[in-house]
């Protein structure tokens, strides 16, 4: 019986065509090399062990941070990009709610109350308007 079994194994490993490889990148949805950054991560040292979601979350990081470039029109990613990423993503930014980046700036932000009221300032506009608009110059009547 395990002489059977060994050879489906067998079967299996080498039999068939040899399905196409998909990347960790495809698997999470994106663009940014997860490998790459796993690689980097490693050879980096910058500890001495790397887990395996470490690379793809950094990968999914980078690439908000990039989306926030794109929209500033730039082809770079600098630390300004990577706050404006952070702060607007809910659970990203919940998770680094302590964290100071430095040259990051903050959130553009006005208070509310400090704008102005747009709707009492048209109807102000439209009625001021309205009577010297029905009123012509004298001029203006002599040629008609």
């Keep these: 019986m395990d002489a059977s079994k060994g050879k489906k ?3 299996k490993k080498f039999g068939g065509p040899r399905k196409k490889s998909v990347t ?3 698997k999470a949805g994106l663009q ?4 790459r950054i796993g690689r980097y991560l490693k050879k ?5 062990r790397v887990g395996t979601g470490a690379p793809v979350y950094l990968a999914a990081v980078l690439e908000l941070a990039g989306n926030a470039a794109r929209d500033n029109k730039k ?7 990577l706050l404006l990423a952070i702060r607007n993503d809910q659970e990203l930014g919940r998770l680094l709610g302590g964290v100071t980046i430095a040259h990051g700036g903050v959130l553009p932000n006005i208070n509310p109350v400090l704008l102005p009221k747009k709707s009492v300032e048209k109807a102000e506009k439209v009625a001021a308007k309205s009577p010297k608009k029905a009123a012509k110059s004298p001029k203006k009547a002599a040629k008609a």
Excluded: E
């Excluded at 082809?75 to 990009?81: A, D, E, L």
């Design 44 to 48: 980096g040292r910058y500890a001495k």
């Design 24 to 26: 960790r990148s495809v």
């Design 32 to 35: 940014f090399p997860v490998g």
């Design 9 to 11: 194994f067998a079967a």
């Design 75 to 81: 082809s770079r990613i600098v630390p300004r990009h």
